[in-house]
């Protein structure tokens, strides 16, 4: 995990086991942090001792990162802090609000528990101006973003990973339900793209998944005009 502790004494920064198998590298300035976004993503990011204006500033610098818009974080408010403000970057579904400082243990319980739960290693499928995050399922285009199920999810990003180009039923299969492709399996598939599509029906993506008669799918990534 990567903890930016505002304030924090430089004998504190650096790595540091915190048990359960955790280690934690500890920063007082997430401005180096962010400039490397690109090549390290952690599975949790905990912020301490500041602001929430400034916690809202520093999540919104790593989400500049695809990859980084996956990784839970940790928003630790200060002991002395009126009431307990929600952050605007808070996601409830994999973010957490703790009060204390970095050491206390309720604030190391909940790291704990949420880093068991990081997915920070996971990589969004990125497609012209899509952008799928299978673990959640939202296929996102724009400002609009359009929930999957986790079969539906599976498929686009099998389909995304290959943009323009025809794959095949059988490997959709192969690679999404891990069985052979059979008659039952095709009917499975062929219902799961018609939801997929009416999903996309009233948005720009609605003629994007092509079928190709006696092959399979392609998603094209140019959108309708």
Request: aromatic letters at 4%; charged letters at 25%.
């Amino acid at each position: 995990m990567l903890a930016i502790v505002s304030g924090a004494p430089r004998a504190l920064e650096g790595r540091s086991l915190m048990g359960d198998h955790l280690t934690a590298e500890i920063a007082a300035e997430a401005g180096p942090w962010i400039a490397r976004a690109g090549e390290d993503v952690f599975d949790l990011l905990v912020l301490c001792g500041m602001s929430v204006d400034d916690q809202q500033a520093i999540v919104n610098g790593f989400h500049a990162n695809r990859r980084w818009r996956l990784v839970p974080v940790l928003y630790v408010a200060n002991d002395d802090s009126p009431g307990l403000a929600i952050p605007g970057t808070f996601r409830p579904e994999i973010d957490g609000i703790a009060r204390g400082r970095l050491e206390t243990p309720q604030v190391q319980k909940r790291i704990v528990e949420l880093a068991r739960d990081g997915i920070g290693s996971a990589e969004l499928v990125v497609a012209g101006p899509f952008e799928l995050d299978p673990l959640r399922g939202k296929l996102r285009l724009a400002d609009l973003e359009v929930t999957l199920t986790e079969r539906e999810a599976e498929i686009l990003a099998i389909l995304l990973a290959q943009p323009n180009r025809t794959v095949s039923s059988t490997e959709i299969i192969e690679r999404g339900w891990g069985t052979e492709a059979d008659a039952r399996y095709l009917q499975i598939l062929r219902r799961h793209v018609s939801n997929i599509r009416r999903k996309l029906q009233r948005t720009a993506a609605a003629r994007s998944v092509r079928t190709v008669r006696g092959s399979g799918y392609r998603f094209d990534v140019k959108l309708a005009g």
